[in-house]
């Protein structure tokens, strides 16, 4: 199965969802935030570096419950920024 390139505007939400979440994680570890959340550090790695900007709807709850943060506030601040 060949997986369709990624568009320029979905690019760019992964990267404002990862500096969301890094923004969230403040000055606790990957080590911690990812096993609050049930999820590899290296997955939050490269969710949060932008490297992973399509996860999973399921992991993306896991990260926000795991810091407190609400599926609208991910919605709000992973929207297009208006130019």
Request: proline share 6%; charged share 25%.
């Amino acid at each position: 199965m060949v997986r369709t390139p990624l568009t320029p505007e979905e690019r760019e939400r992964g990267e404002r969802l990862g500096q969301l979440l890094r923004a969230a994680r403040g000055g606790r570890s990957m080590a911690e935030v990812s096993a609050a959340a049930g999820v590899s550090a290296e997955t939050l790695r490269k969710i949060e570096t932008g490297r992973a900007p399509t996860p999973a709807f399921f992991t993306v709850a896991a990260l926000a419950g795991a810091l407190g943060l609400s599926m609208d506030e991910l919605m709000a601040g992973c929207a297009p920024v208006a130019v």
